[in-house]
């Protein structure tokens, strides 16, 4: 059983950087593709960016060029760099397979961008 666990979220300015990290309590290494997840208050949750097992990516447009995400099968992490911060990315962050299960959702982490 797969537990997915969120941290790196603090608040930061604009055009500075943040490494977001998920922790996976529960091997990886079979899924095919994992993603980052961002909901925004009063927005609907979105899929920022995903990574298949053997590192194939993908972005959203508002975050390409910016957001780098990343996976290590061995040690069950994703990850996501973001650079260049603005504070449209204000949202909770959350990590999970593309498409989402529902039972993996976590607490997510905050990432708050001020100007």
């Known amino acids: 059983q797969v537990r997915l666990v969120e941290s790196g979220g603090g608040l930061v300015q604009g055009g500075e950087s943040l490494l977001l990290s998920c922790a996976a309590s529960?091997?990886?290494?079979?899924?095919?593709?994992m993603g980052w997840y961002r909901q925004a208050s009063g927005k609907q949750r979105e899929l920022i960016a995903d990574?298949?097992?053997?590192?194939?990516?993908n972005y959203a447009d508002s975050v390409k060029g910016r957001f780098t995400i990343s996976r290590d099968n061995a040690k069950n992490m994703v990850y996501l760099r973001m650079n260049s911060l603005k504070p449209e990315d204000t949202a909770v962050y959350y990590c999970?397979?593309?498409?989402?299960?529902?039972?993996?959702w976590g607490q997510g982490t905050q990432v708050t961008v001020s100007s």
């Open positions: 529960g091997s990886i290494d079979k899924i095919r593709t």
């Open positions: 999970n397979t593309n498409p989402p299960n529902i039972y993996y």
């Open positions: 990574i298949t097992r053997g590192g194939n990516t």
